[in-house]
């Protein structure tokens, strides 16, 4: 892991694709760092063009689990909650942490400042609790009915490098519904940030899915996107970071769904 400054960034950070890359690594995944420079939370606003890149390893990885899985002998299911697994454990469940805090908030608060309030709670209520059982259900179910396993693979790429740049948009459209939250303190990106992430999420869904699937695949990722940051804006009036992370779980969602769908 990196020290951080959480005033301002040290020399070492310059930016550019490679410090950037180490930069989200850290923010989005619980692999294993030494990095050789300092930076702050503001780092994000143009690290996050590395989003989708951090995605494609952890659905790289998620998606070697659920083969290795099933080369072992393992049914589809096992395989499937395996693979799911594999994720949470990368990513240190950071987003299930964070559709998890949004449901009970959303669920839970009477008002703006409630909702916030219980965002911010450690606790586990069981909004969160209903919210996490029926996505983990939702995404095994789906993993198990593709036909074959290198589809599997395929889509559990797709999804997980698409849906993190759903989080660069995130931050790019939305005000952040706090002064102390990490969407204040990281900052907007410009906007060939998401234009660049944007890019990688088109190319990497069109590479790996193909052109039908892959657009199919992204769109369906946009609208769970969308759904999520219009409840976000009505409830709390903007993202935070709780928010950005529930975009990447719904997106994540609504593709896998969207790519059963096509494929199946």
Same mark, same amino acid.
């Given at each position: 892991?990196?020290?951080?400054?959480?005033?301002?960034?040290?020399?070492?950070?310059?930016?550019?694709?490679?410090?950037?890359?180490?930069?989200?690594?850290?923010?989005?995944?619980?692999?294993?760092?030494?990095?050789?420079?300092?930076?702050?939370?503001? /780092?994000?606003?143009?690290?996050?063009?590395?989003?989708?890149?951090?995605?494609?390893?952890?659905?790289?990885?998620?998606?070697?689990?659920?083969?290795?899985?099933?080369?072992?002998?393992?049914?589809?299911?096992?395989?499937?909650?395996?693979?799911?697994?594999?994720?949470?454990?990368?990513?240190?469940?950071?987003?299930?942490?964070?559709?998890?805090?949004?449901?009970?908030?959303?669920?839970?608060?009477?008002?703006?400042?409630?909702?916030?309030?219980?965002?911010?709670?450690?606790?586990?209520?069981?909004?969160?609790?209903?919210?996490?059982?029926?996505?983990?259900?939702?995404?095994?179910?789906?993993?198990?009915?593709?036909?074959?396993?290198?589809?599997?693979?395929?889509?559990?790429?797709?999804?997980?490098?698409?849906?993190?740049?759903?989080?660069?948009?995130?931050?790019?459209?939305?005000?952040?519904?706090?002064?102390?939250?990490?969407?204040?303190?990281?900052?907007?990106?410009?906007?060939?940030?998401?234009?660049?992430?944007?890019?990688?999420?088109?190319?990497?869904?069109?590479?790996?899915?193909?052109?039908?699937?892959?657009?199919?695949?992204?769109? /369906?990722?946009?609208?769970?996107?969308?759904?999520?940051?219009?409840? /976000?804006?009505?409830?709390?009036?903007?993202?935070?970071?709780?928010?950005?992370?529930?975009?990447?779980?719904?997106?994540?969602?609504?593709?896998?769904?969207?790519?059963?769908?096509?494929?199946?």
């Amino acid at each position: 892991m990196t020290d951080t400054d959480t005033n301002t960034q040290q020399p070492g950070y310059k930016g550019g694709w490679i410090q950037e890359f180490l930069v989200a690594l850290v923010f989005l995944t619980r692999l294993p760092m030494q990095l050789n420079f300092s930076f702050d939370i503001s /780092a994000l606003k143009s690290a996050c063009r590395a989003f989708p890149l951090i995605g494609l390893i952890v659905g790289g990885l998620s998606g070697t689990v659920f083969l290795l899985s099933v080369i072992a002998g393992f049914p589809e299911v096992i395989a499937a909650l395996l693979a799911i697994g594999a994720q949470i454990l990368i990513t240190g469940a950071l987003h299930e942490d964070a559709i998890g805090d949004i449901a009970d908030g959303f669920g839970g608060g009477t008002n703006r400042e409630k909702k916030l309030e219980i965002m911010k709670d450690s606790r586990v209520g069981t909004y969160a609790v209903v919210i996490l059982v029926l996505i983990v259900l939702l995404k095994a179910a789906s993993l198990t009915s593709f036909p074959d396993p290198v589809t599997v693979f395929s889509v559990l790429v797709v999804c997980a490098a698409t849906s993190r740049g759903m989080m660069g948009w995130g931050l790019f459209l939305m005000q952040p519904a706090r002064e102390d939250g990490l969407g204040k303190q990281s900052g907007k990106p410009e906007l060939i940030t998401v234009l660049w992430l944007t890019i990688l999420s088109v190319v990497i869904a069109v590479l790996v899915l193909g052109p039908y699937v892959g657009a199919v695949a992204l769109l /369906a990722g946009m609208v769970g996107a969308a759904i999520t940051g219009l409840v /976000a804006q009505r409830q709390v009036g903007g993202q935070t970071g709780d928010v950005l992370g529930g975009i990447q779980q719904v997106s994540e969602l609504f593709s896998i769904l969207a790519c059963l769908l096509v494929l199946a």
